[in-house]
């Protein structure tokens, strides 16, 4: 089975802070995703990244950057986390170049801002 | 991508068929249905997908209309750890993201 683990499962950071969300995935997978997820809202694409050092904006890239240097990871950061960033983030995975391969997301981060 | 719709939520007795509706009136013909759940404290999980064809797996049966305005996907006996959020979503076949909508609750009840 693949596996998606993201480093913490609960985070509380304080406003102003430089925030690293951390995103391991264990099969070799092209594409890799970070969504956030908060009430009434769903999900919402932050960022992808379909192959190594190469990455592409969601629909709410605003306060985010990613990095990809090997392919099994891919990291969110927060340059200056703000309360409007406290929500739960999802770290996905999917296999190839399109986006028919199913995506196999990790369990979750809640980020708390105070 | 085409928008899906979906009901709020629905309840099921444990051990029947649970049978989730999914309209996509504006689908066009590259596009892909996709089946997702997500129950509580966990992410996403994928369940099925479909062009046109129905479609059968481990976990659940995805029955297409004919003219794919809608669907429904079928968890043949339901158990209470069925019990989550179900998202219907539309993907293009070169499409480079996925929109995950509010989905439908469905509470699986013994």
């Known amino acids: 089975d693949v596996k998606v683990t993201q480093s913490s499962r609960y985070l509380v950071k304080r406003t102003g802070e430089k925030v690293f969300l951390e995103c391991v995935q264990d099969?070799?997978?092209?594409?890799m995703f970070w969504y956030r997820q908060d009430p009434g809202l769903g999900l919402r694409l932050i960022y992808f990244?379909?192959?190594?050092?190469?990455?592409e904006k969601g629909d709410i890239p605003e306060g985010y950057s990613v990095s990809r240097e090997k392919k099994e990871r891919f990291s969110l950061i927060l340059e200056s986390a703000s309360t409007n960033q406290t929500s739960m983030y999802l770290c996905?995975?999917?296999?190839?170049?399109?986006?028919?391969?199913?995506?196999?997301f990790g369990n979750g981060t809640r980020l708390t801002v105070t | 991508d085409a928008k899906t719709t979906q009901p709020t939520s629905m309840d099921c007795a444990e051990g029947r068929a649970a049978n989730l509706p999914c309209n996509h009136s504006?689908?066009?013909?590259?596009?892909?249905v996709y089946w997702y759940r997500q129950i509580h404290s966990q992410g996403p999980q994928y369940i099925i997908h479909?062009?046109?064809n129905n479609e059968t797996n481990e976990m659940a049966s995805l029955i297409i209309t004919e003219d794919r305005k809608s669907s429904t996907l079928i968890l043949p006996h339901a158990t209470l750890r069925d019990t989550a959020v179900y998202y219907c979503?539309?993907?293009?076949?070169?499409?480079?993201?996925?929109?995950f909508g509010a989905g439908i609750i469905l509470r699986v009840k013994s």
């Open positions: 099969m070799d997978h092209e594409n």
């Open positions: 990244s379909y192959d190594v050092k190469m990455k």
């Open positions: 979503i539309v993907v293009k076949e070169y499409g480079n993201k996925l929109v």
């Open positions: 504006t689908i066009s013909g590259n596009e892909y």
């Open positions: 479909g062009l046109k």
């Open positions: 996905a995975s999917s296999l190839d170049g399109q986006l028919l391969s199913p995506l196999h």
